[in-house]
């Protein structure tokens, strides 16, 4: 038992991202609403930058900005003395900034869509748009 | 649609669960992704871009091409939103509502074209309209030009602090939308219009794609920033921390007008008229 | 200049999809020609590269100065060169032949049509350049986006279809990002030839074994694999007629390119085929899509939606030849891939004109065509003939490599597949020639005994189906040349022979 609270511990972040990762995807799957859907589309970007953020963090370890490393002083700072294991891992961050701006340009484009589709079958719920296209 | 929904949920789960046992634990520093890439990142990148700040310095620099094209998505998704939902002006006659500020009567005119009303005292108001909140739109007024300065700082001051070109585009875009929210759309645009924040849009993304084309030309690869120390007379790495600079302002050029110009699209159902 | 290729081919057309939306909003007649100009650029300096490939077979170019990994780099082999040329010269081909019914179809947002266009190229080219596993992932967010909004201003249900299209793209590429995270996670390197130095040490980690089978999930999800596909079909059929023309042949084939590079370059074939167990059960997946992609298109009404089954179909084909674990299977799915993206740019341009003159492309619009626009259907002949793997023309070629490949490795259900998909594709088309050739037109006023005049597609819409017709057959001839030359040398010697 210890051993398995204690590697639940350890692995925390990775089973809080594939919870919420699992709600995404269920709600894509199953639910009739297409801006529900979306909601869940998003919730399934989030548990990735979730997770990928998560992989940057380093026990015992700052943000990733050098400290004194601006003003005076900022030029005696050189590699022999800022030490990797001081700062956290800053590539996850960047590559998260990417996927933050393209899930914020798919979350416009899905909706403007949803728009469009409401504006021809004036409902949002899938089987009734199923309903009017199989009657024409 | 449901007990398919829960099984491949179930399958998903159990695939990523699985794969979670050859995981490093949460923050160990001896994981392989802090012990190949990054330590150079951290180590290095002071000396080579004298930019403080390393997620600045990766993401407009070492990794500055995912970036260019990251700004080329959000402009994608502006032009889409605008391709997808702008409807062209028409002469069609629609109906529009005034409202007379003194009396509080509200007439609705049939008509083509937007008319200036010609009594001062008419007002036009939108179709869900409700009475003036003074302290609503007051506060938002007063808000707006301290958010645009927050916005600018978070820009200028991405190499020292966190911030950057997106962050400070998203804070600039949302005052704007800000304004269009607490007032109306009609005002919002009456500050800057449909064509403007269009153009800027691109103009964005092509400042920095047009500060990666001009190191080549300057005879060094794409994006190679130290080739701009022969027009800023400054030395390759400072010329490094310019270049950055540059870019972030072009982000967020782009990352603010991408935002108002969705908003304002998906808002009004792209009869730019009427706000939510 | 030329060492500069691999980023030019790619930043121009980007810096020209921006100068397109500025100058969209000022006079919209110089949107085309920018178009033109950019593209033109794109397929001259991916020619200019497959020549320097060919004398010094890889050729690398560091994003920013940054030496990989740290930085991004761009890298071109053989196969990316081969790929780059394809998709530069269809979508050239595409833009030229389709203006006029771009015109007829969008003349007040011609600017940002032209705008998305040329995105959309330039993401397909910078996935297939580029040698960096989140650098591809942003670049098929271009394409897709873009692509969403271009399939969305169809008719009828295409906002619906386009919909549906960004949940399964979404996931698709939510899950290709995920499988990079794992690969980063546990390699700590995003660059693909690093990743795979790093990797033969790892093969037995669950979390390689789990990032290989989540990107390629992913991946066959945007690709429109057999039972994932389930978005392509009203997706491409009411999609505009220039855009489906353009998506169709190209955006399957770049994410098969994509999973070959996978396999080939980050995964490499002895951890695919010698570790993992998995290649009879794609294979078996590749038979059933292949049967079910000839099943539905036997079934649809009308000409676009039948193509599209038939891409499905195709699709299975490529990802079957690759998945044979043999030179023969990996030859026939490469080259397929040039060849596919040909015949479907064929038969869907032919489409595409036909739309332009009649507006529909149900099967009772094409009565009494051949004697109306007899150059279109020349061209769409071509294409089934090729689609059905007739000899001078080049799908015979990469069918014969597949079959023989199957036989190689003793799959014989997907070389049966490959018959009667064959077979399948020959009913379909000439059922289409049937009713072209040999059924009166209907003529509008049931005046039905009037002469057919001809009113074939303006000039400009023919003469490109006309050349890729010809390509077909120039390919086809070309074949020992493309194989010996450009294909033999990617595949690793580990596959065999």
Same mark, same amino acid.
């Given at each position: ?54 992989? =940057? ?15 005076? =002083? ?63 | ?276 | ?497």
């Amino acid at each position: 038992m210890p051993d398995l609270i204690s590697s639940i511990v350890d692995y925390y972040n990775y089973l809080i991202y594939i919870t919420l990762m699992m709600i995404g995807l269920y709600a894509m799957i199953a639910k009739k609403n297409l801006v529900k859907k979306i909601v869940g589309m998003n919730i399934f970007q989030t548990a990735i930058i979730l997770f990928y953020v998560s992989i =940057g963090a380093k026990k015992g370890a700052t943000i990733p900005i050098i400290q004194h490393g601006h003003g005076e =002083g900022a030029d005696e700072i050189t590699s022999s003395v800022i030490k990797a294991a001081e700062y956290i891992n800053p590539l996850p961050h960047v590559l998260m900034l990417t996927a933050i701006v393209v899930a914020v340009a798919t979350l416009g484009v899905a909706l403007a869509l949803a728009i469009k589709v409401y504006n021809r079958y004036e409902t949002l719920e899938e089987d009734e748009i199923l309903a009017q296209i199989r009657e024409k | 649609m449901r007990i398919f929904g829960i099984i491949v949920v179930i399958l998903t789960g159990a695939l990523l669960i699985y794969a979670m046992g050859d995981f490093p634990s949460w923050a160990d520093p001896a994981s392989p992704a802090h012990n190949h890439v990054s330590p150079r990142y951290i180590e290095k990148s002071l000396e080579q871009t004298s930019v403080p700040n390393l997620v600045t310095a990766v993401l407009a620099d070492y990794r500055g091409y995912d970036t260019m094209f990251e700004t080329a998505v959000i402009f994608a998704a502006g032009v889409v939103c605008f391709f997808l939902l702008r409807i062209p002006r028409k002469d069609e006659p629609t109906v529009r509502r005034y409202r007379h500020t003194l009396t509080g009567i509200t007439i609705s005119v049939k008509e083509t074209r937007e008319i200036p009303p010609v009594l001062e005292e008419f007002e036009r108001i939108d179709t869900l309209w409700t009475p003036p909140d003074l302290i609503i739109k007051t506060c938002c007024r007063i808000l707006v030009p301290f958010l645009q300065l927050f916005g600018l700082y978070v820009i200028a001051h991405g190499h020292h602090s966190p911030g950057g070109g997106f962050q400070g585009g998203v804070i600039l875009g949302a005052s704007m939308i800000l304004l269009a929210i607490s007032h109306d759309l009609r005002t919002a645009i009456g500050r800057m219009s449909e064509r403007v924040h269009a153009i800027l849009c691109s103009v964005g993304v092509f400042i920095f794609a047009g500060t990666g084309a001009l190191c080549l030309v300057l005879g060094l690869n794409f994006l190679d920033y130290g080739a701009l120390a022969r027009i800023l007379h400054v030395d390759p790495v400072t010329a490094r921390s310019h270049g950055i600079l540059i870019v972030e302002i072009g982000v967020g050029l782009a990352v603010m007008t991408a935002m108002i110009w969705i908003y304002n699209n998906i808002s009004s159902k792209g009869k730019y008229d009427e706000g939510l | 200049m030329s060492q500069h290729y691999p980023v030019l081919l790619v930043t121009v057309p980007l810096l020209s999809a921006l100068l397109i939306s500025i100058v969209g909003w000022l006079n919209k007649r110089f949107c085309f020609p920018i178009a033109v100009a950019a593209l033109s650029v794109a397929a001259y300096s991916s020619v200019g590269l497959l020549f320097r490939v060919l004398d010094e077979k890889v050729i690398l170019y560091h994003l920013g100065g940054w030496a990989p990994p740290w930085g991004i780099a761009y890298s071109v082999d053989h196969l990316s060169a081969l790929v780059l040329v394809v998709v530069s010269v269809v979508a050239l081909l595409n833009l030229i032949a389709t203006q006029k019914s771009i015109e007829q179809e969008f003349s007040e947002k011609i600017g940002a049509f032209y705008t998305l266009y040329v995105l959309l190229v330039t993401g397909l080219l910078g996935i297939v350049v580029t040698g960096d596993v989140f650098n591809l992932y942003v670049l098929l967010e271009i394409t897709a986006l873009t692509s969403y909004g271009l399939i969305a201003m169809g008719e009828d249900r295409a906002p619906l279809a386009s919909l549906n299209y960004v949940y399964m793209g979404t996931i698709g590429a939510c899950l290709y990002l995920l499988g990079i995270g794992y690969l980063y996670i546990s390699t700590g390197s995003l660059n693909m030839a690093n990743i795979s130095s790093i990797l033969p040490g790892l093969y037995d980690s669950k979390v390689v074994l789990a990032a290989f089978i989540i990107c390629m999930v992913g991946v066959c999800l945007k690709m429109a694999f057999f039972p994932l596909h389930a978005w392509l079909p009203n997706a491409y059929t009411y999609a505009p007629s220039a855009v489906s023309s353009l998506v169709a042949p190209l955006m399957t084939k770049v994410m098969i390119y994509v999973m070959i590079r996978l396999m080939l370059t980050v995964f490499t074939p002895e951890f695919i085929f010698s570790k993992l167990a998995l290649s009879n059960t794609v294979v078996w997946l590749a038979v059933i899509a292949i049967f079910m992609g000839a099943v539905l298109a036997l079934g649809a009404r009308d000409m676009k939606k039948m193509l599209c089954y038939v891409i499905i179909a195709e699709v299975g084909y490529m990802v079957g030849g690759a998945w044979l674990g043999n030179r023969a299977g990996m030859t026939g799915a490469i080259l397929h891939i040039a060849n596919d993206a040909l015949m479907t740019l064929c038969v869907f341009l032919a489409v595409g004109n036909i739309v332009y003159k009649v507006r529909g492309y149900a099967f009772e619009d094409l009565k009494g065509m051949f004697r109306k626009m007899p150059y279109t259907m020349t061209g769409l002949v071509a294409g089934a003939l090729s689609m059905i793997g007739v000899p001078p023309t080049c799908g015979f070629f990469s069918k014969w490599y597949l079959i023989s490949g199957g036989i190689q490795a003793g799959q014989y259900g997907f070389v049966a597949a490959l018959v009667f998909s064959s077979l399948i594709n020959a009913v379909l088309f000439f059922r289409i020639i049937e009713i072209g050739y040999y059924e009166p037109f209907r003529a509008d006023h049931g005046h039905e005994s009037s002469p057919v005049r001809m009113a074939e597609a303006p000039l400009t819409m023919v003469v490109p189906l006309l050349i890729v017709a010809g390509g077909l057959v120039v390919m086809g001839v070309y074949t020992g040349d493309i194989v010996t030359h450009i294909i033999e040398p990617i595949i690793p010697p580990a596959m065999g022979n």
